[in-house]
């Protein structure tokens, strides 16, 4: 089953509207979360490491204004993209590193992600 | 330099051939390596870990060279069913612990 939950996983929103995404970790705590964005045919995109009870932290290009990030818990963590446009339509996806019982190493798990349509 | 590396492709093969990609990280700290599988608009998901002894999964095998720098990832017996992109993720040791992915390795498996 889904190790992380990432909801929703379209949106359809005019220009000038904002639109929360959520990621959630199911059965463990993250408190590291981090956010990518992918353009068709595109590598993923890093955009920020949302760390829990503390600041995201953000790539270099990345307006901090515009991606808001919240890592309130230690299961959640949302995005919020603020006064969206088109050219934020895109491939929103989260993840969260779990560390293996068996190997003691951390593996990354991701969301199903969110398609975001600005119209 | 990226820090982790991969040829694009796309890696155009019949059923039933065997293809190997492999991918090279800059970051000799890293320390743990993973293959993830991503389908069109959807997440990537784990395809295997990888390591310096090697990593055997059905038709797969995952090969870690450390000295030099790169992993690798062998696929025999190819199916339509395969076809997707492989990316390669170098986790680090330390430091700013932030997985680094490479771009992915397009692989299109034909009748």
């Known amino acids: 089953g889904a190790v992380v939950s990432q909801h929703p996983s379209w949106v359809i929103c005019k220009s000038g509207t904002s639109v929360k995404i959520e990621c959630r970790s199911l059965?463990?705590?993250?408190?590291?979360m981090f956010w990518y964005r992918q353009f068709p045919k595109q590598s993923l995109m890093l955009m920020a490491t949302?760390?829990?009870?503390?600041?995201?932290?953000?790539e270099q290009g990345v307006e901090k204004d515009k991606f808001l990030i919240n890592h309130a818990s230690l299961t959640l963590s949302t995005l919020t993209v603020t006064s969206a446009h088109p050219e934020d339509s895109s491939f929103y996806i989260c993840?969260?590193?779990?560390?293996?019982?068996?190997?003691?190493?951390?593996?990354?798990?991701f969301g199903s992600g969110t398609q975001l349509s600005v119209l | 330099r990226k820090e982790v590396e991969q040829d694009p492709g796309p890696f155009n093969v019949p059923e039933g051939a065997t293809v190997a990609f492999n991918c090279t990280y800059s970051?000799?700290?890293?320390?743990?390596f993973f293959w993830y599988r991503q389908d069109c608009r959807k997440e990537p998901k784990l395809l295997m870990s990888?390591?310096?002894s090697g990593n055997e999964d059905g038709r797969f095998t995952a090969q870690l060279n450390r000295a030099s720098q790169y992993i690798s990832l062998l696929i025999r017996d190819s199916k339509l069913s395969d076809s997707a992109t492989y990316l390669c993720v170098a986790f680090p040791s330390g430091g700013s612990y932030i997985p680094t992915f490479g771009r992915g390795t397009s692989l299109i498996v034909h009748p």
């Open positions: 059965d463990f705590q993250a408190t590291t």
């Open positions: 970051n000799s700290a890293s320390q743990s």
């Open positions: 990888v390591y310096s």
């Open positions: 949302s760390n829990e009870g503390s600041k995201a932290t953000y």
């Open positions: 993840s969260a590193p779990r560390r293996d019982r068996l190997r003691l190493n951390e593996k990354l798990f």
